[in-house]
């Protein structure tokens, strides 16, 4: 399910302060099925930038296209509305209400079914009558995918899966972000410090650093030569879009 062009970002600023952008010319174009996987050291903008695409913060500067219609800076629920989608980094469950609670407060009209969230997230399944906030890490992080799921995104920006998860619970979850994104043909943004786990999986990648994107190409490409992972790493002058 790839091809159509459901994201399209032209030279977006992103922060906090007018004339003082966090995050300068910012372009992505990102099909149906297609993983991006976000890469960059701390303090980059990758957070910034996934709620200035999610309409969290005022965009500073350039365009944001949802599957072909323009989007508004800085109108969260109509981006929701419109089918895009993101999983937080502190994955903002509610914390008190059971994990059914939390997956069918987020369902809308036209959206999943539980079964099809617990058809991904097994595990789920034996919890329904738990506390949210009496998951393990893992538990919690499924029940945020699930809950974004839930909603139908065609856009699904994750920050942060592997927040606070051992990697074998990363390594659990990325492949059922790669089934997610090629059965119902969700595009995602995947911000990841598992650089090696995150490109096995991804499509394509982006290297932003202090802001400005150091490096575009296909993940395979950055696989292949790891050096220049590494060299954009350290803001060294790299071709900035590769194959
Ligand atoms: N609420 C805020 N107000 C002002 N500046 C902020 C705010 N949040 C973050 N920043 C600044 O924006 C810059 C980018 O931060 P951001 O959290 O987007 O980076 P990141 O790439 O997501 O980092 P990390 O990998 O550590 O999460 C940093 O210099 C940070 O200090």
Redesign the pocket.
């Known amino acids: 399910m790839t091809g159509r062009e459901l994201l399209t970002c032209e030279g977006v600023d992103a ?2 302060t007018k004339g003082r952008p ?1 995050v300068r010319a910012f372009d992505l174009r990102l099909l149906a099925g297609e993983i991006t996987v976000l890469l ?1 050291p ?8 996934l709620s200035t695409l999610a309409g969290l913060l005022p965009r500073l500067g350039g365009s944001v296209t949802l599957d072909g219609r323009p989007t508004h800076a800085g109108r969260a629920r109509e981006v929701a509305r419109r089918g895009l989608v993101l999983v937080p ?1 502190d994955r903002a469950l509610f914390t008190q209400l059971t994990v059914r609670d939390n997956l069918t407060l987020a369902r809308r009209r036209r959206g999943g079914t539980l079964e099809q969230v617990l058809d991904y997230f097994p595990a789920l399944g034996k919890r329904l009558k738990v506390a949210a906030g009496m998951l393990s890490g893992g538990e919690q992080q499924m029940l945020a995918l699930g809950r974004a799921m839930i909603q139908n995104p065609r856009v699904l920006l994750i920050d ?1 899966l592997s927040m606070g998860l051992a990697p074998v619970i990363v390594e659990e979850l990325l492949p059922i972000v790669r089934r997610i994104a090629e059965d119902t043909g969700t595009a995602v943004v995947l ?1 990841e410090q598992h650089v090696r786990l995150a490109l096995e999986l991804a499509d394509r990648a982006v290297v ?1 650093v202090h802001g400005d994107t150091l490096l575009s190409g296909s993940a395979a490409s950055l696989v292949a030569d790891p050096g220049l992972l590494e060299r954009a790493y350290l803001g060294e002058p790299v071709a900035e879009t590769v194959p």
């Open positions: 922060g906090y966090v960059g701390n303090g980059a903008g990758k957070t910034t930038l980094d942060e911000v932003l």
